[in-house]
């Protein structure tokens, strides 16, 4: 048994029952629920003593019941549908509601939907982009999704309206599972949202392959109650010339773990992975973040930006992996960190391994506390001292949201960011 | 208790029957290593009662230590029974007799640098009188040190000439259950070099193992421990930059700094030893501890490495800042080519107010070899106001070399600075070419700019020894570029 299950007979219980619901299913999906149910049996939940759960551990998990145990769902506010005022919100059942999807050469499928309209492209691509073998908590979710939501954008087609997939309560609003498949030369953009209340654990795969020339931006936000777990994988597979954007928002939750990955694996590739993580009081976020370079001639960026205040704890781990002959890359990355409190904590790993020579990679990290001459200058203009904290915090943390292609999202964020720390004493 | 001190009395009073030199010919211990071994060592060093007991703990805490597995290097397991703890140095019968037995590739070498012909045979381990006129340049240095109050000798000595600053010291920054081969290097130790700068003194020169005529073979578990008192300064250097021969391939050595109030230490390493050939055959394996305490307010630790040598190198020469405005610099140059693999880096742990740390570490890497940087940079909630700034910057040559950087920051004061900056680049082609056209062979060109590239670190090199990193640097990426 490994260490970081103490008892497996949850996971098996409810795994035999997936199995009887979901009988009808193909024969290789089956295989890899199986499989992926043995590798997560193995590796268990990880703990701190994982290298890569150094700063996180998860062993409060490992025994499944906030997954797995039957709890009575909570009333969260769910977020307002970030699509055109005339898009309406299609509920999937089992937790998952999807808005804004009609639209040509956009369709949005359950996964029963999916599998009787494109089951090769299923088998193609349903859990082997984000691969469980090495990865005990997508492999948790390949095991157990017994939804999932299935976008596929026919070739060239130019989205105008986002996509927005919204996960609350229920089921499968625990074991979200997000299939997304940009055919040649199509551009989507697609709108993931979790909230939830009550005391759970929530564990998302999101996968995503951009084929030659399309370009998909993501965006996943995150405001669950700060009694919840999150962990989440998001993993992109690139051929040449697409483009995947990832924006990672982590507002909520008391323990956020999200890995959010892309393989750039055709030439002339490029992604951008950004995120913005503020948290407050005891709450716990953190990213992981992996480029692999497999291919020549790829860009990718990364902004990842931190306000943390109250005794809360924010990691932060970028890989950069550059492979032998993935010549002429060009990578930056950059996390910036705000603390704005004495208790609060910053783990942050940037990292870089290159096997190729012509390239140029660079990395920063930097981590500080708000200046206290601007904060200074704006008091002597007549501003209050809680008013200039406020404003100085915005001010860090705004350039990110920029990145944000989808308007009303960003419109939120902000708005959201501006109360967030709000104090009327500064 | 009073047993011990009866001990220790009697070994300081006792004549050092040895000598100064440790030239006689000693039995070898055969491989293998148990509690024995330790008891063997220490006794041969007629250690006191409560350094065995040191070095036993510290075996047992090995014994259940696991070897770390997480450096970024890769190496056939080592088997620590199959390794002699105690060899004596070399007879003279089994060294070369005369320079013209010596390796031409190596003399070709130290041709290049520029090393006087004297020196040659020296460090080909030729047996000739040569290597003994530093004898007297030894002594000479020994009395103007003592004049100032320095002492300044091996850590053996010093065991029996100074128990109590020894015994207040060793093992108090790196503990013997630290890691790995902190435990191994204190059960097993065979030599090394103490220093102690008293109160006020500033050493008049800087200290140099070469000078110590009995640290030529110290062997594989080198032991330093330098204490620097209130207001003191001291520099020291290790290692020279000509490569050195060895039969020992595993080396674990242990250096411990600790500096008091307004005192600095200033500790430059130039490590050449051999890295195996072309195809990766053979080579050092150098897998170091270093680490300096700024215990005193106003304190500062400065760490300087030029690393060409050692087929794999894992090193992390560190700072722990707990007096209040202590200072901890590293600057470190990493260069591996052919096959070699380091891993190497620095932690700073601030722990005291005002405290500042900065890191400037340049990898170089060339043919197939691997070169890591792992850095740490710890600021701990009381650390009010600490400041740290670092800059790793890779250059690539050759596009079957890999670079990588594993910088770790954790911080828990809101009052910290943090920064950090890392740039991985190849080698200029229109730098290269600039040169070339102005007429300047590619070599020159390539040992040019990887001199610009290094430059913030030899900086801090003292004199004669930036000059010979300079040249160091070009002879190890010979044959790297065009």
């Known amino acids: 048994m490994p260490a970081g299950i103490a008892s497996a007979s949850l996971y098996l219980e409810r795994f035999s029952d997936l199995l009887d619901r979901t009988a009808g299913e193909p024969s290789w999906l089956r295989q890899r629920r199986e499989r992926a149910m043995e590798r997560f049996l193995s590796m268990g939940v990880p703990t701190a003593r994982n290298e890569e759960y150094k700063y996180t551990d998860l062993s409060a998990l490992a025994g499944g019941e906030r997954l797995l145990g039957l709890q009575q769902p909570g009333l969260a506010a769910i977020p307002p549908a970030y699509v055109g005022d005339d898009a309406k919100a299609v509920w999937f059942g089992e937790g998952l509601a999807v808005a804004g999807f009609a639209q040509a050469g956009v369709r949005v499928m359950s996964l029963r939907e999916a599998l009787l309209a494109e089951p090769s492209l299923l088998e193609e691509h349903l859990g082997t982009i984000a691969v469980p073998d090495q990865h005990a908590l997508c492999a948790l979710n390949t095991a157990f999704f017994p939804e999932a939501a299935v976008v596929m954008v026919e070739p060239g087609t130019l989205a105008k309206e986002p996509v927005h997939l919204m996960f609350g309560d229920g089921m499968g609003g625990r074991h979200p599972r997000v299939l997304i498949v940009a055919g040649r030369s199509s551009s989507v953009r697609i709108v993931e949202t979790y909230s939830g209340a009550g005391s759970f654990w929530r564990n998302a795969v999101t996968e995503i392959r951009a084929t030659a020339n399309a370009r998909v931006e993501h965006c996943r936000a995150q405001f669950e109650s700060t009694n919840a777990y999150h962990t989440g994988v998001l993993q992109g597979l690139q051929d040449r010339d697409s483009y995947i954007g990832s924006f990672s928002f982590s507002f909520g939750a008391k323990v956020a773990r999200n890995d959010i990955g892309t393989r750039l694996d055709g030439t002339g590739c490029e992604c951008s992975l950004d995120g913005l993580y503020a948290v407050r009081d005891s709450q716990h976020v953190d990213h992981h973040t992996a480029i692999d370079h497999a291919a020549a001639h790829c860009n990718s960026h990364q902004l990842y930006k931190g306000v943390l205040d109250g005794n809360t704890r924010g990691v932060f781990n970028g890989k950069i992996f550059v492979r032998r002959d993935a010549q002429k890359t060009d990578a930056v990355q950059s996390n910036k960190n705000l603390l704005l409190s004495d208790k609060a904590e910053v783990n942050t790993k940037p990292q870089l391994e290159i096997d190729a020579n012509d390239v140029r990679c660079t990395h920063g990290a930097t981590i500080g506390q708000l200046d206290a001459t601007a904060a200074f200058y704006l008091r002597s203009r007549g501003i209050s001292a809680a008013d200039a904290r406020n404003m100085l915090t915005y001010a860090f943390a705004a350039d990110a949201l920029d990145r944000v292609r989808v308007k009303p999202v960003r419109h939120h964020f902000k708005s959201l960011l501006l109360a967030r720390f709000a104090r009327e004493d500064g | ?176 259950t630290d890691n790995f081969f902190a435990s191994l290097n204190s059960a097993v130790y065979s030599d090394g070099s103490f220093v102690f700068i008293p109160k006020g003194v500033r050493c008049p020169m800087e200290l140099s193992t070469y000078f110590r005529i009995n640290a030529m073979n110290t062997g594989q578990f080198e032991r330093t421990l330098i204490v620097a008192e209130e207001g003191s300064y001291v520099s020291y250097l290790e290692g020279c930059t000509a490569p050195m021969r060895d039969q020992n391939q595993l080396h674990a050595a242990v250096v411990e700094l600790v500096a008091l109030d307004n005192a600095r230490i200033k500790y430059s390493t130039v490590q050449n030893w051999y890295p195996g050939d072309k195809d990766g055959n053979g080579g050092i394996y150098n897998f170091v501890t270093k680490r300096g305490a700024c215990r005193g307010r106003n304190s500062k630790i400065s760490w300087t490495q030029v690393e060409t040598g050692s087929a794999i190198t894992w090193k992390y020469p560190s700072c722990i800042l707990i007096g209040d405005n202590s200072v901890g610099e590293f600057y470190s140059v990493a260069v591996t080519n052919n096959h070699q ?29 691997n070169n890591s940087y792992r850095g740490l940079v710890k600021i701990m909630p009381k650390a009010e106001g600490a400041r740290n700034f670092s800059q790793c910057d890779s250059m690539l040559m050759g596009d079957r070399c890999g670079a990588h950087t594993f910088p770790y920051l954790e911080v828990r004061n809101k009052s910290a600075q943090v920064e950090h900056e890392a740039t991985t680049s190849k080698i200029g082609e229109d730098q290269i070419f600039y040169l070339n056209q102005r007429g300047i062979e590619t070599e020159d060109a390539v040992s040019m700019i990887v001199n610009g590239f290094c430059k913030e670190v030899f900086r801090e090199l003292p004199m004669e020894f930036a000059v010979e990193a300079q040249k160091l640097l070009g002879v190890s990426l010979e044959g790297s570029v065009g």
Do not use: C
Not at chain 2, 45 to 58: D, F, G, M, S
Not at chain 2, 69 to 97: E, F, G, L, M, T
Not at chain 2, 135 to 160: C, N, P
Not at chain 2, 341 to 369: L, P, Y
């Open chain 2, 1 to 176: 208790m009073s047993s011990a001190i009866d001990q220790l009395e009697g070994l300081t009073t006792q004549e050092y029957k040895y000598g100064f030199v440790t030239d006689i010919d000693q039995e070898t211990l055969p491989p293998g290593l148990n509690e024995d071994t330790v008891r063997f060592i220490s006794a041969r060093k007629e250690e006191p009662q409560w350094l065995l007991e040191w070095r036993l703990k510290a075996f047992r805490n090995w014994q259940r230590m696991k070897e770390p597995d997480w450096p970024n290097v890769h190496y056939p397991p080592i088997d620590y029974q199959a390794i002699s703890y105690y060899a004596a140095p070399k007879s003279a019968d089994d060294r070369p007799k005369s320079l013209d037995e010596v390796d031409p590739e190596l003399l070709a070498t130290y041709e290049k640098l520029g090393i006087p012909l004297e020196e040659r045979a020296a460090l080909a381990g030729v047996a000739v009188d040569a290597v003994f006129d530093s004898v007297s340049v030894a002594t000479t240095f020994r009395e103007k040190l003592a004049d100032a109050g320095v002492i300044f000798m091996s850590i053996s000595e010093a065991v029996r000439e100074h128990p109590e600053l020894v015994r207040k010291y060793l093992g108090s920054v790196v503990p013997p």
């Open chain 2, 341 to 369: 693999q380091a891993d190497t880096g620095t932690k700073m742990i601030h722990i005291g107010r005002n405290t500042t740390s900065t890191i400037v570490s340049k990898g170089i890497s060339a043919g197939v070899s």
